[in-house]
């Protein structure tokens, strides 16, 4: 069995501290893991994939993850959080074995406070 | 501009009156994909398509049909609406059916099943 695990629902932070946003997955298959972004009455961008080459990748707006297969976690995270960085997260994974098929934590909103 | 376009944005029904959403592409991608996306639970996987006439079920199918006909359109169809179908959808597509490439997602339908 699969999934993917957003450990924290919310996570309020202040401009310009930095972003911590948590993803955990299992599986004993090989994944590929991305981070997609919702802003309010939107569809979702993409932020960043790992597609297994190099296990810190580098994404848009100043995201970065890094991929520890050790703890199965591809947690997300951003140095200065701006207020336009306000919106939900949501950690997408994909299997080798049946790569047709994506599986979505639950979401993490991220609140940007002045 | 590359996108993908969903009609209708919103629509309120009643209950068994069969409604379509479609979904066109214009970037002629092989893979496309539906979703919706309840509160707490994330997006979750309605159908999804590899190529013109390759259809497959994906985690919530049930109430649900799809086509694909031509490689640009992949309708979603819901033959006798029940209010539990009351959410938000998303229709997706990528380059191809391989876990590297990242999904592009359409703005969303907002269904209301009275």
């Known amino acids: 069995a699969q999934s993917v695990t957003q450990l924290d629902s919310h996570v309020s932070v202040s401009e310009g501290t930095p972003v911590l946003l948590r993803c955990n997955y299992s599986s004993s298959y090989s994944p590929s893991l991305f981070w997609y972004v919702q802003h309010p009455n939107k569809g979702l961008q993409l932020l960043l994939k790992y597609t297994s080459a190099a296990t810190l990748v580098k994404g848009i707006n100043g995201f970065e993850a890094e991929f520890k297969k050790s703890e199965t976690s591809f947690h997300l995270t951003k140095p200065s959080a701006h207020m336009s960085d306000a919106a939900e997260y949501f950690c997408v994974v994909s299997l080798e074995y049946n790569f047709n098929k994506f599986y979505f934590g639950s979401g993490t909103k991220l609140n940007v406070k002045p | 501009e590359a996108q993908v376009t969903q009609n209708p944005r919103y629509l309120i029904t009643v209950t068994g009156k069969k409604l379509t959403v479609t979904c066109s592409q214009n970037?002629?991608?092989?893979?496309m994909s539906w979703y919706r996306q309840d509160p707490g639970l994330g997006l979750r996987q309605i159908y999804y398509?590899?190529?013109?006439?390759?259809?497959d079920k994906g985690d919530v199918p049930e109430g649900y049909k799809v086509s694909r006909k031509e490689k640009r359109n992949f309708p979603l169809i819901l033959e006798s609406p029940s209010p539990n179908q009351t959410s938000l959808y998303f229709c997706?597509?990528?380059?191809?059916?391989?876990?590297?490439?990242?999904?592009?997602f359409g703005d969303g339908t907002r269904l209301s099943i009275l």
């Open positions: 997706a597509s990528t380059p191809s059916p391989n876990s590297n490439q990242p999904q592009h």
């Open positions: 970037m002629n991608h092989e893979y």
């Open positions: 398509s590899m190529n013109v006439e390759v259809t």
